[in-house]
């Protein structure tokens, strides 16, 4: 990361959550998802909370499929991702975007949350086994 400070652990009812710095090295690619990956398991994460601000743009433009491919790998290794702060500049611009985020929120494995209230508030509601 880039300060070298690493990322922190917080249990939030009954689930490690890596909280990820807003400063850190931004998530740009497969490899950057796959770092953080990485780091979660070494710290036991059940969930990852990345600040919005630490994706590229590119995230947000679906054509791209970034998103997608980024989001993939954390299903894949079975860690809830959480995207959080405030992205109205990306939805908006764009239909789609507003339309994937709402459809994605409405499941367990990837999150778009305003603030850690609502992480809070999400993960009350979600079985530790889920």
């Not at 947000?60 to 959080?84: D, P």
């Not at 992205?87 to 949350?113: C, M, P, Y």
Request: proline share 5%.
């Amino acid at each position: 990361m880039s300060s070298g400070i690493p990322e922190t652990i917080s249990p939030i009812h009954g689930f490690r959550v890596l909280i990820c710095r807003p400063d850190g090295n931004p998530v740009k690619s497969e490899h950057d998802a796959v770092d953080l990956i990485g780091e979660a398991f070494g710290q036991q994460a059940d969930v990852v909370a990345i600040p919005a601000q630490r994706l590229d743009d590119a995230f947000f433009q679906l054509r791209t499929g970034l998103a997608g491919t980024i989001m993939q790998k954390f299903v894949t290794y079975r860690l809830l991702l959480v995207i959080t702060g405030d992205i109205t500049h990306h939805t908006a611009t764009s239909t789609a975007l507003r339309d994937f985020i709402r459809e994605t929120n409405k499941g367990d494995q990837v999150w778009f949350l305003q603030d850690p209230t609502d992480l809070d508030n999400r993960l009350a509601r979600r079985p530790t086994n889920a």
